[in-house]
């Protein structure tokens, strides 16, 4: 079974501080992806990676950034949280060759 | 920006009751999606259906697609209470990167 993995499923940080949300996949895929879900506004894709060191911007990217440095490895990082950053986020990820993605559990993460 | 809207935005049935949803997108795709997220978990992949099918059954679930219309609908037969959840359209107008509807709550009473 594909598994995707976000390491922390709840997180409460400060304004201001700097947040990574950690997600590893273990089915060697290439596409990797990191969105927010938030109440009314369904799912919005922030950023998404085709490969190693690549990186692209989804649509609401302001406030975030990504890294990816191995491909089972994929990074959100919020340089400076603010409150507005208190959402649910879900990483994802898929094959080229498949038109499935898979998403991890989820992480809630609290800006206060 | 939001290219799938799933119609209606909360359903509540009772358990052997169908349950009907619609979604409605905006420009050509190549195939639709329909997941489904119980509450506080992550999505998961339903079913598939793609732009020159226009219906599709998996087990007590029906997909149909009209491409002229721009819209699908999943129906759920014989509902149970476990399929209590949120259910979302994907469409991959861009590709590979799916891009998600607002999605429909489900409540089935047993």
């Known amino acids: 079974d594909v598994k995707v993995t976000q390491s922390s499923r709840y997180l409460v940080k400060r304004t201001g501080e700097k947040v990574f949300l950690e997600c590893v996949q273990d089915?060697?895929?290439?596409?990797m992806f990191w969105y927010r879900q938030d109440p009314g506004l369904g799912l919005r894709l922030i950023y998404f990676s085709y490969d190693v060191k690549m990186k692209e911007k989804g649509d609401i990217p302001e406030g975030y950034s990504v890294s990816r440095e191995k491909k089972e490895r994929f990074s959100l990082i919020l340089e400076s949280a603010s409150t507005n950053q208190t959402s649910m986020y879900l990483c994802a990820s898929s094959s080229p060759a498949a038109d499935t993605i898979y998403f991890g559990e989820g992480s809630w993460l609290t800006v206060v | 920006s939001q290219q799938g809207e799933e119609d209606p935005q909360a359903l509540s049935i009772q358990e052997g009751e169908n349950a009907t949803m619609n979604c409605s997108y905006k420009t050509s795709i190549n195939n639709l999606q329909w997941y489904r997220q119980n509450s506080g978990r992550g999505l998961v992949h339903l079913i598939l259906i793609r732009s020159n099918e226009r219906e599709k059954h998996s087990g007590r679930l029906r997909v149909t697609l009209d491409t002229s219309k721009k819209s699908s609908s999943l129906l759920i037969t014989a509902s149970r209470a476990a399929d209590t959840a949120s259910y979302f359209c994907a469409t991959d107008f861009r590709a590979d990167k799916l891009i998600f509807g607002t999605g429909t709550r489900l409540q089935v009473f047993p």
């Open positions: 089915m060697d895929h290439e596409n």
